[in-house]
């Protein structure tokens, strides 16, 4: 067992001229033994020696068949049904070929004499096939066994899925050398496999049953290889083996596996992600097709974390051109080279890349003279909570005036609809940052609603509103994994905290159709699914990364960061929303503005700005929006007057 296993472990496989001679030979006793047995081991000496002397023919006959259907091509120790095939449809022609010639001869050279009987021809051919089939499997099983004698510790996996990719998945665990893997069970839904077995391994009911295998043979892994699985389904499985101990993997769609096969390295261990996403959104692609083809789409924001995506989806539609815009040099830059990378089915001419600004007036007049835009996502924002509670005049400068420019330059050069990616931090805002981006929906709506108002057929503007999205820059999952990665401690601001969450193609395409199905001055509000506990979020990171809490890595408290409120709202007391043809889409119903009291009063917010009197800002933004109301904030004090006025701003500015 010592040598076979060195010559197993090899990295070299056996030679092909070496296999074939194998091949020959087991032809060769197939032959000698369907004669011995034609004849019930009483051949006489003449019977046997006439016949055996047909023995090269057989031997060409099938050789030629082998080469042509390169039964000799096949790496042994890793044998297939294909191979199985291979010497099916071997054995079969060279039997029909055996059959002719025996008919050939039989014919033209000594009438009624039978070079090899048709019975010898038949046995010849189960032997044979039975035979040939038995090497190779003999082979893998020493190859099997001869990569698990080294190591005496058994790793126990199951399996979810007794599909096609189950089984292709048990036989790839059960190559890999050292690891000495058992699979011990399959786990389906189906009760129509449920008990039943495949290649000898039972099929359990995995709700019924997991803790029963588990505490039975303490297993190590389950790799879920069923790929139409839902979300929900998925999570519940994760959420159970997590709670078992159970480390999870997880096969990728078949469409991924490489030429066809799967390779191990691509078994992945399942990921936070997969906690937190949802079923596939169904969109009217056609619809949004339809809108967008032979437009000219306007992108700001464009290098970010949904910027990018939506620009990502758009390329995937006939558009006239992309306009990609950012005044972020480096985060561009890599945009246009992983555009250049991965672009598929789309003009690379049609995509201009503008490093711009979006509060630089004559900057963007220009870009909307010379481009034209006839569609605009505008995802360019200030984001971060606690950055922008202590430079509350830069939100004002971006989130508002940026706005503002983009929506007047909108109306001025007649682009079709204006669609702005907003945030749930804008409902009943404790932070500048939502305070800001609520400001700058007051005024996109109250400028449609005047539009409106006036029978004035301009721009549409669409507002989409919606929480956190997994991956974007400076999200928390992110940042637990820099700090699980260094060995902790991972920081939580408060044991309560929650958070929705969706994932940035989720979000983007939620985007894209409010972009479609807007008819102007609506707020699209994206059903979030439940919100995240942190720490449960952060706990099940820790378990994901095979780590125990408190013994290998810690959760420490740091407190709520400047204007950071425990729980996140879609709406604000005083709304309630519409449904829409789409499940996941809601209008929410918010209160009207004038529009030239919300220009009056922005247009004195700008004023201020440029005193650069940080409470005059913050409190002239919590009379454009009551309800801004601070928490854990430098500015909780101007929430301490019994009512905040232009009285109270212009004593802040010494007026």
């Known amino acids: 067992m010592k040598y076979l296993n060195i010559l197993f472990t090899t990295s ?61 091509a096949g790496i042994i120790r890793h044998t297939s049904v294909q191979d199985g095939m291979n010497i099916l449809y071997t054995t079969i022609f060279s039997s029909i070929g055996l059959y002719f010639i025996s008919m050939f001869y039989k014919t033209f050279f000594i009438e009624g004499y039978t070079i090899i009987p048709l019975s010898i021809i038949i046995l010849d051919f189960i032997i044979s096939a039975f035979f040939l089939s038995a090497f190779r499997v003999f082979v893998k099983l020493l190859y099997i066994k001869s990569t698990h004698i080294n190591n005496g510790l058994e790793l126990n996996y199951v399996i979810f899925g007794a599909t096609e990719s189950g089984i292709v998945t048990k036989r790839k665990l059960e190559q890999q050398k050292g690891l000495n893997i058992k699979v011990i069970a399959f786990f389906d839904d189906s009760s129509n496999v449920i008990g039943k077995s495949i290649e000898g391994i039972r099929i359990y009911d995995f709700d019924k049953e997991i803790n029963t295998l588990n505490s039975k043979y303490g297993i190590e892994n389950l790799i879920i290889s069923e790929i139409n699985l839902s979300k929900n389904r998925k999570q519940e499985i994760i ?39 949802r079923d596939i959104i169904e969109l009217d692609i056609d619809a949004i097709g339809k809108q967008l083809k032979g437009k000219i789409v306007m992108v700001t924001g464009a290098a970010g974390s949904i910027g990018s995506e939506i620009v990502n989806q758009l390329c995937k539609f006939k558009t006239k051109k992309i306009i990609i815009l950012d005044s972020n040099e480096e985060s561009l830059y890599q945009l246009d080279v992983k555009l250049n990378e991965n672009i598929q089915n789309f003009n690379k001419k049609n995509i201009e890349i503008v490093l711009a600004n979006i509060t630089n007036k004559d900057r963007m007049k220009s870009i909307f003279e010379h481009f034209q835009p006839e569609i605009i996502y505008h995802a360019a924002a200030y984001k971060h909570v606690p950055l922008i509670e202590n430079n509350p005049s830069e939100a004002i400068k971006t989130n508002v005036q940026g706005t ?39 005024y996109v709506q109250s ?23 997994l991956g974007s820059s400076g999200s928390v999952i992110p940042r637990f994994k820099k700090q699980i990665e260094l060995g902790g401690p991972i920081t939580v601001t408060h044991p309560e905290i929650t958070r929705y969450f969706m994932t940035i193609p989720e979000a983007c395409q939620l985007v894209l159709e409010a972009g479609h199905m807007g008819k102007g001055g609506e707020i699209f509000i994206f059903d979030m699914g439940k919100s995240v506990k942190i720490i449960d979020l952060a706990k099940k990171m820790i378990r994901l990364s095979g780590l125990t809490l408190g013994k290998d890595i810690q959760i420490i408290y740091t407190g709520l960061r400047p204007g950071e409120k425990i729980f996140e709202e879609l709406l604000n007391d005083n709304e309630n929303t519409i449904q829409t043809h789409h499940s996941k889409i809601m209008i929410g119903k918010v209160r009207s503005y004038n529009f030239e ?59």
């Not at 004849?39 to 080469?67: C, D, E, G, Q, R």
Request: hydrophobic share 45%; glycine share 2%; net charge neutral.
């Open 404 to 442: 503002m420019i983009l929506a007047d330059l909108s109306i001025e050069y007649k682009v079709e609809k204006f669609v702005m990616v907003s945030t749930d931090k804008a409902v009943n805002p404790t932070n500048v940052m939502g305070a800001s981006k609520r400001i700058a929906e007051i």
């Open 447 to 469: 400028l449609n609603n005047f539009n409106k108002e006036n029978n004035i057929n301009g721009t549409k503007f669409i507002t989409t509103r919606f929480g956190n999205v």
């Open 597 to 655: 009291n919300v220009k009056k009063d922005i247009y004195n917010l700008f004023e201020i700005y440029n005193s650069q009197n940080q409470n005059a800002i913050v409190a002239k933004m919590k009379v454009i929006v009551p309800e801004f109301i601070s928490e854990n904030s430098p500015y909780e004090h101007l929430d301490n007057r019994q009512e905040l006025s232009e009285i109270t701003v212009e004593k802040l500015l010494g007026k």
């Open 12 to 72: 070299s496989n056996i030679p092909r001229w070496v296999i074939f001679i194998f091949d020959i030979g087991i032809c060769a006793f197939s032959f000698i033994l369907a004669v011995i047995l034609r004849y019930s081991f009483h051949v006489s000496n003449v019977t046997f020696i006439s016949i055996i002397t047909a023995l090269p023919i057989v031997l060409l006959t099938k050789s030629i068949f082998m080469s042509y259907h390169k039964l000799y």
């Open 239 to 277: 959420d159970l083996c997590l709670t078992n101990n159970i480390n999870v993997q997880s096969v990728p769609p078949i469409e991924k596996w490489i030429n066809g096969e799967l390779s191990f390295n691509q078994i992945k261990t399942v990921n936070i992600e997969d906690l937190i996403q």
